[in-house]
C-alpha cells in the first residue's frame, strides 16, 4: 500500500522560512508528477509547486521566487523549501504524487501538514 507522509509544518514569523518535506513508501512502478496543495480555512485546495519526473518545474504565482520545490527521486521524496513567508502563506500543506502501481496512474495524498505564519 502506498503511503505520503508529510513533516516540517510549524508556527512561524513573518518572513521566516519552513521546509516541508513528503516521503513516498509501497509498492510503485513509477512516480511521475510530485507536488504541493494548500487548503486555508474556508478556501478551496490549491496548487502550490509541482515537479515533474524530469525535474520540471510549475509554481503558483503567489509562490514564485519565495518557494522552491524540488525532489529525491533515490529517496522518493518531494520538499518545498518555503522563504519570506506571509501571513497569507497559513494553510494545511499537502504533499502528492502521481504513481504507477498497475496499469493506470493514480493520485495519492498526504494527511496534510499545518503552516501558520503570524503577523
Known amino acids: 500500500q502506498v503511503q505520503l507522509v508529510e513533516s516540517g509544518g510549524d508556527l512561524v514569523q513573518a518572513g521566516g522560512s519552513l521546509r516541508l518535506s513528503c516521503a513516498v513508501s509501497?509498492?510503485?512502478?513509477?512516480?511521475?508528477?510530485m507536488g504541493w496543495f494548500r487548503q486555508a480555512p474556508g478556501k478551496q485546495r490549491d496548487l502550490v509547486a509541482v515537479?515533474?519526473?524530469?525535474?520540471?518545474?510549475n509554481y503558483a504565482d503567489s509562490v514564485k521566487g519565495r518557494f522552491t520545490i524540488s525532489r529525491d527521486n533515490t529517496k522518493n521524496t518531494v520538499d518545498l523549501q518555503m522563504d519570506s513567508l506571509k501571513p497569507e502563506d497559513t494553510a494545511v500543506y499537502y504533499c502528492?504524487?502521481?504513481?504507477?502501481?498497475?496499469?493506470?496512474?493514480?493520485?495519492?495524498w498526504g494527511q496534510g501538514t499545518q503552516v501558520t505564519v503570524s503577523s
Open positions: 502528492y504524487a502521481n504513481l504507477l502501481t498497475g496499469a493506470t496512474p493514480e493520485t495519492y
Open positions: 515537479i515533474t519526473s524530469g525535474g520540471s518545474t
Open positions: 509501497g509498492s510503485m512502478l513509477r512516480i511521475n508528477a
